[in-house]
Nanobody
Framework: QVQLVESGGRLVQAGDSLRLSCTASGRTFDSYAMGWFRQPPGKEREFVSAISWNTGRTYYADSVKGRRFTISRDNAKTTVYLQLNGLQPEDTAVYFC??????????????????WGQGTQVTVSS
């Protein structure tokens, strides 16, 4: 089992920055990758970013490919971070951390992940 604990979400103003954290425990050595997804109110969950736990290769959704968001990891603490810069109201969502332990072929898809955190709310006011 892999347990994921997220933190960092809060209410901010447009243009502000946040750093979300997700700490993994359990059999983390089995994880191919960890990723971040978000679900805006009333919308479907969507891919944001992912990082290979083994190689450090990163992946980003088109909406954040300019590195407005940055994913990173701390293997010693088994923690993955998502740095959110230049936040806008459309970034308001519940942000979920996820771990993929079986494969890493489709890290932009929710079905690739078999463990999920509880989600942390990011609210951006205009």
């Amino acid at each position: 089992q892999v347990q994921l604990v997220e933190s960092g979400g809060r209410l901010v103003q447009a243009g502000d920055s946040l750093r979300l954290s997700c700490t993994a425990s359990g059999r983390t050595f089995d994880s191919y990758a960890m990723g971040w997804f978000r679900q805006p109110p009333g919308k479907e969950r969507e891919f944001v970013s992912a990082i290979s736990w083994n190689t450090g290769r990163t992946y980003y959704a088109d909406s954040v490919k300019g590195r407005r968001f940055t994913i990173s990891r701390d293997n010693a603490k088994t923690t993955v971070y998502l740095q959110l810069n230049g936040l806008q109201p459309e970034d308001t969502a519940v942000y979920f951390c996820a771990a993929a332990t079986l494969a890493d072929y489709a890290l932009t898809e929710t079905y690739e992940y078999d463990f999920w955190g509880q989600g942390t709310q990011v609210t951006v006011s205009s």
